[in-house]
């Protein structure tokens, strides 16, 4: 299949223009779920009160993997509340050769791995993300990628202001999902970490996963990464244990400026970094179109993840030195 531009599959500028002014007249946050929906875990401080807690209930100190996995992959068809179908990708290490394309229904990795939540951009999918999901799998984490019902390429229905929505399909989604680790002849039973959480987004799946961590606060989630992001319609009421941020952005990214998504890293009140990609656009380095910016982000998250949720101090040390590789980006580093 033809790659599509990072312009093409994610959404254009005058749609993210769209959504800065439909989101930013919302007053009222996320709607309030159904009573047959699960709202997501964990109760949001409400905007105007006290500032949350700056301790961190790390994870416990471990190892991450320190060779490739094989990758494989699966589907899941979740529903959350009757009307809103949520497809799931899910990558997870398996058994095999490493560095070949996803397999599905590979057998899983040996071991106990981590959990991502991924949320994608404006009409994208989880697939147009493989080039960095894959690394994320490779690198010993299962990663979970839920298409949102109404901001997913191809949906009958197109509402941008259902992002304010997706925190709490995110949460249903990571709920389902860390179920199956005891669920009987599930292929991942007994291997989630399922103490070792976190979320990703990018572009309005940035604002998802901001929204985890302020109106729809997930206490199961030990970390975030968000991926020219922004706060808009979520806020930056940031609550609950401290859970360690990775800001990504470029500084030429006319879809989500860099201002707004500094801005909302500067709200962060926890361990937190910025990337920041001088030449980036929003999404060349995500989507493969610039292999060696991608490189280094994905290097980047990894050290990352294999920090805050492996409990890796070696991957802490190394983490700056990715970030300066080949001069293509900078670190603000905060962790």
Not at 5 to 31: D, E, M, N, Q
């Amino acid at each position: 299949m033809r790659r599509r531009s990072a312009r093409t599959v994610l959404a254009s500028a005058t749609l993210a223009t769209t959504l800065t002014v439909t989101l930013a007249g919302c007053s009222a946050g996320p709607r309030r779920p159904a009573p047959d929906q699960p709202a997501p875990a964990g109760s949001p401080t409400p905007v105007g009160s006290a500032a949350p807690s700056p301790s961190r209930a790390a994870v416990p100190q471990g190892v991450a993997p320190n060779r490739r996995f094989a990758v494989g992959v699966r589907e899941l068809a979740l529903n959350r509340g009757g009307d809103r179908r949520l497809p799931v990708t899910v990558w997870y290490p398996a058994t095999g050769t490493a560095g070949n394309r996803p397999v599905q229904g590979l057998r899983v990795a040996q071991g106990r791995f981590p959990v991502v939540l991924f949320s994608h951009g404006l009409t994208a999918r989880p697939t147009d993300y493989r080039p960095l999901l894959d690394r994320w799998s490779a690198a010993g984490f299962v990663v979970v990628a839920p298409s949102y019902p109404h901001t997913s390429r191809g949906v009958s229905s197109y509402q941008v202001l259902d992002v304010v929505n997706q925190p709490a399909d995110a949460s249903y989604v990571l709920t389902r999902v860390l179920a199956l680790d005891t669920r009987a002849g599930d292929p991942l039973r007994g291997h989630l970490a399922t103490d070792r959480v976190g979320a990703a987004g990018h572009s309005a799946g940035g604002v998802t996963t901001i929204g985890l961590f302020t109106v729809g606060r997930d206490e199961r989630l030990d970390a975030g990464i968000v991926l020219a992001g922004t706060a808009l319609g979520v806020g930056t009421a940031f609550s609950g244990q401290a859970a360690p941020q990775l800001f990504v952005h470029g500084q030429l990214d006319d879809v989500v400026s860099y201002r707004a998504g500094k801005a909302a890293y500067d709200r962060v009140p926890w361990p937190k970094a910025m990337l920041t990609l001088p030449d980036g656009d929003h999404g060349g380095a995500l989507l493969g179109s610039d292999e060696q910016a991608l490189e280094v982000v994905a290097d980047t998250t990894v050290e990352f993840l294999r920090w805050s949720l492996y409990g890796d101090p070696q991957a802490l040390r190394r983490l700056p030195r990715q970030a300066a590789r080949g001069g293509l980006a900078s670190l603000d580093d905060h962790l």
